[in-house]
């Protein structure tokens, strides 16, 4: 409840950053043009979200006969999350590495890459659609877009700022510094706002991903394989895409400054969150590469 909370109050923060920004671009006119921006845009990200991403990374779908393994084990886990089968796509790419997405529950889909499937087993396999249908169960794919969309928008508005630095009698209220504000310092607060909304909602998806596999180590293998695939192999269209970086179980983002605004927690920390629990349900084995 208190992530729900907080994810909340900082999408609500980021709402309120683009009106701010508006106002310093554009004054009474400005801050009404943002206000309409930032609606058509959640409302273009609620009702496409799903078919724009799928449609960047080149996904196909797949279903009982074309790939039978991973959609029976999708359904299976849906049926003990309460969850209507969503559908299931496969990215051919070679960095593991797997999302969900969708507006709610109703029109959600699940992707896995290829490298995933080749790189790890069903039990860690399991792992990883647990956790990411705790994101469909919990709503988090929607809240995720639509952070990514503002945050987006946010450096529209901030360039629109650059070229054209605010018009007519509406123009910039606070001058020099006001566009400065629009220019740097607000780009840099929405992303540092989309990031920290990513890593609540990742910390949430693990606990309640491990609860619904009932193993919280099989999580912990596939992220440490996931992490090691990731940092050695390149993902292309993430790299076109980077607004979706924190769509992913783990990010997909190699070098530059993928490590300086962050979309993931670390995974060691995760790891080590998850080893916690299972130690507390009983099931932290006495030795082996994961204990």
């Not at 009404?32 to 960047?56: E, I, P």
């Not at 890593?199 to 193993?215: I, K, N, Q």
Request: proline content about 5%; some cysteine.
């Amino acid at each position: 409840m208190m992530n729900i909370v907080r994810t909340g109050l900082l999408m609500a923060g980021l709402t309120g950053l683009f009106l701010v920004m508006g106002f310093l671009v554009g004054g009474q006119v400005g801050i009404f043009v943002a206000f309409l921006f930032a609606t058509g845009s959640n409302l273009l990200a609620y009702w496409n979200s799903d078919r724009m991403v799928l449609s960047m990374y080149g996904a196909r779908e797949v279903d009982a006969q074309t790939s039978p393994e991973l959609v029976r084990l999708v359904g299976r886990l849906s049926s003990l999350a309460g969850l209507p089968m969503p559908r299931v796509y496969i990215v051919d790419n070679e960095q593991p590495n797997a999302f969900a997405t969708g507006r709610n529950p109703e029109h959600a889909a699940v992707c896995v890459t290829s490298g995933l499937l080749h790189r790890i087993g069903d039990e860690e396999l399991a792992g990883v659609l647990a956790h990411e249908l705790s994101h469909v169960k919990n709503r988090d794919t929607l809240t995720m877009t639509l952070t990514a969309t503002i945050a987006g928008a946010v450096s529209i508005l901030a360039n629109f700022a650059f070229f054209f630095g605010g018009y007519g009698r509406n123009r910039n209220p606070l001058g020099l510094i006001g566009m400065l504000l629009v220019m740097l310092v607000a780009p840099t607060a929405a992303v540092l706002v989309r990031t920290a909304v990513s890593r609540t909602r990742e910390f949430e998806a693990d606990r309640a991903g491990a609860e619904l596999s009932g193993r919280p180590l099989w999580l912990t293998s596939a992220l440490q394989r996931i992490d090691s695939g990731a940092a050695a192999i390149n993902n292309p269209a993430a790299d076109a895409n980077p607004a979706t970086a924190h769509m992913f179980i783990v990010n997909p983002l190699r070098g530059g400054f993928c490590h300086l605004f962050a979309s993931h927690p670390s995974t060691d920390e995760r790891i080590a969150r998850l080893k916690a629990m299972a130690v507390e349900i009983g099931q932290a084995p006495k030795s082996g590469p994961w204990s």
